[in-house]
């Protein structure tokens, strides 16, 4: 089976820094292109960072511009969000995904994992 696994999460202050971890299994993740998305609480999910295969083209949403970084390590089958300048809006539960072509929005996926809880707070 095709699975993910996000972990890093936790609760740090404003203006601290954390970074997501999400290994796959059941599939090389070489072939796809990988994202993170995120829902806060009493909002849609969104996607935050999208990266395609190989690296040839990254995107993020407008929100985390500057502050995030998405990076992939095809050997280790994982993907990471590497997130500075917390922000108490960046509170959400943050999961990853995988496409075969680009990351789409959340609504095109049936599947998820558990996801890491991120807080953002004083």
Not at 14 to 29: H, K, M, R
Not at 74 to 88: E, H, R, V, W
Not at 90 to 110: H, L
């Amino acid at each position: 089976q095709m699975r993910v696994e996000e972990s890093g999460g936790g609760t740090v202050p404003p203006g601290g820094s954390l970074t997501l971890s999400c290994v796959a299994s059941g599939f090389n993740i070489s072939s796809f292109a990988m994202g993170w998305y995120r829902q806060g609480p009493e909002k849609e999910c969104e996607l935050v960072a999208g990266i395609l295969r190989a690296g040839r083209s990254i995107k993020y949403d407008d929100s985390v511009k500057g502050r995030f970084t998405i990076s992939r390590d095809d050997a280790k089958n994982t993907i990471y969000l590497q997130m500075n300048s917390l922000k108490p809006e960046d509170t959400a539960v943050y999961y990853c995904n995988y496409d075969r072509n680009y990351m789409g929005s959340c609504n095109d996926y049936g599947y998820w994992a558990r996801g890491t809880q991120v807080t953002v707070s004083s």
